[in-house]
């Protein structure tokens, strides 16, 4: 079946760093493609979304673009805060039904 | 923010003992899922729901039963609950109806499931 990976965490950072998580997946064709964050107590909430190749998702200084040559969709932040600090997820769409999720990546951030 | 509710939040339970996780949304979503979260492995997708009585397996589904009677309602059933499915599960709908592919999954706030 299909699968998304994303890099190992955790990954700590001091704050104003630049981030990037990779994230890959395997599903052909294009699927839709998600960056979720989960704060710590909390259920997991939409980031950004590409529903095509070449598309960028970006939201709270938050980018990923949709690579189909690469079939990648790796986020990126150019200075994280502390507040970013959380669990992030990438994921893909491609059945009508299911949204598969990577393994998930623990942000920490020091002030 | 979209409407839903699990329950329990906690619970604690002996192997061998039934143990029934309820999903109650209020937004009218046609897909209901059940996903688990465990160190390592992310979310992994149990069953989901595409409609009253309109139910199928996601890819962790065995030991694991569901049911939805009503629109708003998905129950998540541990016929006879092991130390394997200690775990939070969290209960996610689908705005997008016939295509949740394209579209956001809102997630429930977990429920947090211990076995002994």
């Known amino acids: 079946g299909n699968s998304v990976t994303q890099m190992e965490g955790p990954v700590t950072l001091s704050e104003e760093a630049f981030l990037t998580i990779n994230c890959t997946y395997t599903?052909?064709?294009?699927?839709?493609l998600f960056w979720y964050v989960q704060y710590p107590g909390e259920g997991l909430q939409l980031l950004l979304k590409?529903?095509?190749?070449?598309d960028k998702g970006s939201n709270k200084g938050f980018e990923a673009t949709y690579r189909k040559e690469t079939t990648s969709f790796h986020l990126e932040k150019g200075s994280v805060q502390v507040s970013d600090s959380a669990v992030y997820f990438c994921?893909?769409?491609?059945?009508?039904?299911?949204?598969?999720f990577g393994s998930g990546t623990r942000l920490s951030i020091r002030p | 923010d979209a409407g839903i509710t699990q329950s329990p939040r906690h619970k604690v339970t002996e192997t061998g003992t039934p143990v029934t996780l309820r999903c109650h949304q209020t937004e009218n979503h046609r897909y209901m899922y059940w996903y688990r979260q465990d160190p390592g492995h992310g979310l992994r997708l149990i069953h989901y729901?595409?409609?009253?009585?309109?139910?199928d397996k996601g890819e962790v589904s065995d030991g694991y039963s569901v049911s939805r009677s009503k629109t708003e309602d998905f129950l998540l059933t541990l016929e006879s609950a092991t130390s394997s499915q200690t775990s939070v599960y969290f209960c996610?709908?689908?705005?997008?109806?016939?295509?949740?592919?394209?579209?956001?999954?809102?997630f429930g706030e977990g429920s947090r499931l211990t076995v002994l």
């Open positions: 599903a052909t064709g294009y699927p839709s």
């Open positions: 729901s595409y409609g009253v009585k309109d139910t």
């Open positions: 590409a529903t095509k190749a070449d």
């Open positions: 994921a893909e769409g491609s059945s009508a039904s299911k949204i598969i």
């Open positions: 996610a709908i689908s705005e997008s109806g016939d295509r949740p592919n394209t579209g956001e999954l809102f």
